[in-house]
């Protein structure tokens, strides 16, 4: 989601994505703060993407997945727990 410098600047991947799936429910985790980037359709939590607690809210909230992209870390500890 970028603008790790600043919660209020970044998020231009939630854009992307909400434009590139205009159907879909879409569900973000990033480390910085970025809830206020949540709409209707949109749902973003914040926390590291290897604390299994944020990841079972994320499961809670979407129930189940047809598609999963990791656009986060680059850390193989982060990408192993997230999956």
Sequence with gaps: MGG????YSGGESIFLW???FPFA???FVGIVDKTHF???RVKVFAGSQDDVNILQGVVD??????????DGSHVNRHQ???F
């Design 4 to 7: 790790y410098d600043n919660p």
């Design 18 to 20: 909400k434009s590139y």
């Design 25 to 27: 429910r879409l569900f």
């Design 38 to 40: 949540s709409q209707s």
């Design 61 to 70: 909230a979407a129930g189940k997945f047809n598609v999963i992209i990791d």
């Design 80 to 82: 192993i727990e997230s």
